[in-house]
């Protein structure tokens, strides 16, 4: 049986020695470089990878390492240059952004770009709950109000409080505005019908008071359609004239050769197409003799 490097007992407790003080030697390293800590700084620093000493450890959540400027989080919205398109809520795949949209009755504001604001934002609720992080409401939104921060801790001890509140508008000014544009509304259909009935009576009035005769349109003559003469197409078979002479009777010599002249005729006609017609071959039916086996001797 091997004991140690020496294999003798005294080997044994030496090759002991040593091993724990390698053991020990590298624990009072680390203890001694933990008198600095590292800087919390982000993987996208150059320095990064040049702290070699020093604690790793963050005391969280009193410490944290910084997140990138492009880090896609929590959403939130600017209300100032909404406009309360609605666009968000349409291509969320989850539907955690609910828009109840009130129509002003005249331009609310200007945003940052430009656009008018015609649209009060009864509710603007985002439900953090559900978002999968998958930023399409960001990309759409024309005026870029909604954007993704770099805040990625916003746990909560109630999942209702996840839900985040942009409207800027009280429900009582809600209701206020509703009621306004709806009042807006009834007066212009008001107005509409009013006018529609008045313009038959000014009408009418109009026709009673005018007294000046009306000049006279002129009469437009119809132009005069002339005749078109066909040209007269004559018969190139001359006419039978008075002049010509024809039979008035037939006398029974004239009916029998005319008698005699039909039937030859018809045989000579019978005549010519045998002669031209060529006789079709006659096919003889084939002579189908039987067969007669041999028988075979067994």
């Not at 000493?53 to 910084?66: H, K, R």
């Not at 930023?135 to 746990?155: A, H, I, N, Q, R």
């Not at 002339?226 to 001359?238: A, H, Q, R, S, Y």
Request: with cysteine.
């Amino acid at each position: 049986m091997q004991k140690g490097a020496n294999n003798s007992y005294f080997g044994n407790i030496w090759e002991g020695i040593t091993s724990s003080w390698q053991g020990l030697k590298l624990s009072f390293k680390h203890i001694w470089e933990a008198r600095q800590r590292r800087t919390p700084i982000g993987i996208t620093d150059p320095d990064y990878f040049k702290q070699e000493t020093g604690i790793v450890t963050l005391t969280y959540p009193y410490e944290s390492l910084p997140v990138p400027d492009n880090g896609r989080y929590r959403l939130h919205n600017e209300m100032e240059d909404c406009i309360v398109c609605d666009k968000c809520a349409e291509i969320c795949p989850v539907s955690c952004i609910d828009i109840e949209a009130v129509k002003s009755t005249e331009e609310i504001r200007k945003t940052s770009d430009g656009h008018s604001v015609r649209l009060y934002a009864a509710r603007f609720d985002i439900d953090m709950a559900k978002c999968c992080f998958c930023g399409l409401c960001t990309t759409v939104c024309p005026t870029e109000c909604l954007t993704m921060t770099k805040t990625y801790d916003f746990s909560e001890f109630d999942i209702r409080d996840m839900i985040y509140h942009f409207s800027d508008l009280s429900p009582e000014q809600a209701v206020e505005k509703r009621q306004n544009y709806e009042t807006l509304q009834t007066a212009k259909q008001q107005a509409k019908a009013s006018t529609t009935n008045v313009q038959p009576t000014e009408e009418k009035t109009a026709e009673q008071t005018s007294t000046t005769p009306a000049t006279a349109k002129p009469v437009m003559k119809k132009p005069a359609i002339k005749p078109v003469t066909k040209p007269v197409i004559t018969d190139p078979t001359p006419s039978i004239s008075e002049e010509t002479p024809y039979v008035t009777e037939v006398t029974p010599e004239i009916s029998q050769t005319i008698q005699e002249a039909a039937p030859q005729d018809t045989k000579a006609e019978e005549t010519d197409q045998s002669e031209q017609a060529p006789a079709k071959p006659v096919m003889k039916k084939p002579v189908i003799k039987p067969m007669i086996k041999k028988k075979t001797d067994e």
